[in-house]
Antibody
Framework: EVQLVESGGGLVKPGGSLRLSCEASGLAFSKAWMSWVRQAPGRGLEWVGRIWSNSDGGTTDYAAPVNGRFTISRDDSKDILYLQMTSLKSEDTAVYYC??????????????WGHGTLVTVSS | QSALTQPASVSGSPGQSITISCTGTSSDVGRYNLVSWYQQHPGKAPKVMISEVSKRPSGVSSRFSGSKSGNTASLTIFGLQAEDEADYYCCSYAYNSYVFGTGTKVTVL
């Protein structure tokens, strides 16, 4: 059974930084393309970014609102996905979900989701 | 990238069928057969219901069906049941990014 467990959320001041982690199990993590999706309170889903598997090049792509401020990385030796967030703004307040697909070599859909971790940006 | 357009709400009686539309552009929905649909109950993580326009993942009820025509994708729920009451989101690949729909609240009357 695939399990994704996010951690690292909390309260941070505007302009601050935070690193989220996602521990994965039950899948071939090193081959998995991973993604982060967020959901502001009472709002819809918003794609944040993705990272290819290292064997496919390890490329990262980001949504425009976070490009240049957020960085996705992975540690295949520990089966952990990271989301480093800097220059945080109030509009980054959201539940952040770690997601992945059952496909290999691409990311056609978000088949598995973690429970999410809440990030609140407020002074 | 603007969010895909979905109706804010759709309702139906038990046993009825409903369809949720998801309108994008020729750069996302119209260009790629990579539209997926997600069901989200309050306080829960989303669950994939349809991938690649019309593929139903293992374990998802056959009452859920997806299709696409031009820049608009659709999710049809046949034989509506009480447990189908939830928020539904479409999502499309859009060249090195993904865009979600605005979300539709499905109410079972």
């Amino acid at each position: 059974e695939v399990q994704l467990v996010e951690s690292g959320g909390g309260l941070v001041k505007p302009g601050g930084s935070l690193r989220l982690s996602c521990e994965a199990s039950g899948l071939a993590f090193s081959k998995a393309w991973m993604s982060w999706v967020r959901q502001a309170p009472g709002r819809g889903l918003e794609w944040v970014g993705r990272i290819w598997s290292n064997s496919d090049g390890g490329t990262t792509d980001y949504a425009a609102p976070v490009n240049g401020r957020f960085t996705i990385s992975r540690d295949d030796s520990k089966d952990i996905l990271y989301l480093q967030m800097t220059s945080l703004k109030s509009e980054d307040t959201a539940v952040y979900y770690c997601t992945t697909t059952s496909a290999i070599g691409w990311l056609p859909s978000f088949d598995y989701w973690g429970h999410g971790t809440l990030v609140t940006v407020s002074s | 990238q603007s969010a895909l357009t979905q109706p804010a709400s759709v309702s139906g009686s038990p046993g009825q069928s409903i369809t949720i539309s998801c309108t994008g552009t020729s750069s996302d929905v119209g260009r790629y057969n990579l539209v997926s649909w997600y069901q989200q109950h309050p306080g829960k993580a989303p669950k994939v219901m349809i991938s690649e326009v019309s593929k139903r993942p293992s374990g998802v009820s056959s009452r859920f069906s997806g299709s696409k025509s031009g820049n608009t994708a659709s999710l049809t729920i046949f034989g509506l049941q009480a447990e189908d009451e939830a928020d539904y989101y479409c999502c499309s690949y859009a060249y090195n990014s993904y865009v979600f729909g605005t979300g539709t609240k499905v109410t079972v009357l």
